[in-house]
Nanobody, 119 residues
Framework: QVQLVESGGGLVQTGGSLRLSCTAS????????INWYRQVGGKQRELVAA???????HYADSVKGRFAISKDNDKNTVYLQMDNLKPGETAVYCC?????????????WGQGTQVTVSS
């Protein structure tokens, strides 16, 4: 079972930047993908960015050009650099690790980190 710990959230003004970290309890080199999601209240969770086991990345259209996902295999950590943040992006940001198992692809979640963007 993969354990994930997010960090780096906080309060930032509109237009500001934050870098979130998602650290895994095991090597991310063998993890299929790590995704960053955000969720506001009871609304549906939104996929923000994803990075595969190689260098494949994916971004939601709303964050392209402002967010960047990267990873450090030596530190078992995936980063989400968020620039030019907007008030509507206030949310809890969570990472998910998707790993192959004998039962298929398993998803593991961190506890989330709060990002608040003030106007």
């Amino acid at each position: 079972q993969v354990q994930l710990v997010e960090s780096g959230g906080g309060l930032v003004q509109t237009g500001g930047s934050l870098r979130l970290s998602c650290t895994a309890s095991e090597s991310i080199f063998v993890i299929r993908a790590i995704n960053w999601y955000r969720q506001v209240g009871g609304k549906q969770r939104e996929l923000v960015a994803a990075i595969g086991s190689g260098t494949t990345v994916h971004y939601a259209d709303s964050v392209k050009g402002r967010f960047a996902i990267s990873k450090d295999n030596d530190k078992n950590t995936v980063y989400l650099q968020m620039d030019n943040l907007k008030p509507g992006e206030t949310a809890v940001y969570c990472c998910e690790a998707r790993k192959n198992s004998q039962y298929g692809i398993q998803g593991y979640w961190g506890q989330g980190t709060q990002v608040t963007v003030s106007s």
